[in-house]
């Protein structure tokens, strides 16, 4: 290919950098983790959400019951299920979806801000049944369905300035009320922070370490599964693209990155059925969406030809899954 051939912008081209070398992508190794995304409806609008939830975003609506069925039918044995959003509690049928996930003996991992939304009675109640339900029945030989829930509450700094300056005044303060409120109920309840530019992770999980101490959570800041501390995603942001030769040059797999085995479910608006899109990051480029069902969306090679895969989960080491 002569040099006026080449891709003129970085992130153009599906099989070739803007320099013209051989675009890297990420084969499928088998599901880890497959995520629901409930829809971008939110109770609050933060200043650097990836994916623009708000409570006026409705381009990705509501899931139902009856758009998860077909997706867990397509798995074979237990796997780990995420739930994302937008702000799953606003879901009208989050709390049969849960029911569902964990009667069929996989894990859950439920993503939310523990704000208003799940501090309404009527979630409060559901959970409590769920919690209950779970430490009564014996699960689908994958342990017991209490032990496979996992609440995991955003909270991106540790500091209540840093976190209300992205979430709004009050924020943080209510974000903790719903996390104290967990941890008397007896979940398992994990955090996810953000380092902040420029902050030693040491010192960051101590910080939040102690938080959680403080609001009687049994949780340990070291393990990167009950505090996960996510790499800054910055949407202008200028990663240099991914060639094959950077894995040895990284000294990294592509088995390693979060699309080789993890997939999320959406529903955009006025759409007839939900699709799969190749991860949690990236609904909106359509590049990304590879079909109706798992079958489809794993038939082929993902081709990193985002800025964020680059800057989140190659360069920056980042997974949504736990």
């Not at 109706?292 to 899954?321: I, R, Y």
Request: with cysteine; proline share 7%; hydrophobic share 40%.
């Amino acid at each position: 290919m002569a040099d006026t051939e080449f891709p003129t912008a970085k992130f153009a081209h599906p099989d070739l950098t803007a320099k013209g070398e051989t675009r890297a992508s990420v084969g499928w190794t088998g599901l880890k983790t497959l995520w629901f995304n409930t829809g971008t409806l939110c109770n609050i609008e933060c200043t650097n959400c990836y994916i623009l939830s708000s409570p006026r975003n409705d381009r990705l609506v509501y899931l139902r019951l009856a758009d998860v069925q077909p997706y867990l039918d397509e798995i074979d044995g237990p796997v780990e299920i995420g739930i994302t959003g937008g702000e799953p509690f606003m879901c009208p049928e989050i709390l049969p979806i849960m029911e569902e996930i964990l009667g069929r003996g996989h894990s859950l991992l439920l993503l939310t801000n523990a704000m208003r939304p799940m501090m309404r009675p009527r979630v409060q109640e559901g959970l409590k049944r769920i919690l209950a339900d779970g430490n009564r029945d014996p699960g689908v030989g994958n342990g017991d369905p209490a032990d496979r829930l996992c609440v995991r509450v955003s909270l991106d700094s540790h500091r209540p300035e840093i976190h209300d300056a992205e979430r709004g005044e009050g924020a943080f303060a209510e974000a903790c009320a719903g996390l104290r409120w967990l941890g008397e109920q007896g979940f398992r309840v994990a955090l996810a922070g953000r380092l902040a530019l420029n902050e030693d992770e040491t010192a960051a999980r101590a910080a939040y370490g102690a938080l959680a101490a403080s609001l009687g959570l049994d949780l340990d800041p070291a393990d990167p599964k009950q505090l996960v501390l996510f790499p800054e995603m910055i949407a202008r942001d200028d990663p240099p693209e991914i060639t094959t030769a950077c894995w040895d040059i990284l000294h990294k797999s592509p088995d390693s990155i979060m699309c080789a085995n993890q997939r999320m479910v959406i529903r955009r608006k006025g759409a007839a059925r939900a699709s799969i899109t190749a991860c949690t990051l990236l609904v909106d480029d359509p590049a990304f969406e590879l079909g109706h069902t798992l079958a489809e969306a794993t038939a082929a090679p993902v081709k990193l030809n985002h800025p964020w895969c680059a800057s989140f989960c190659v360069l920056g080491g980042g997974s949504c899954s736990a």
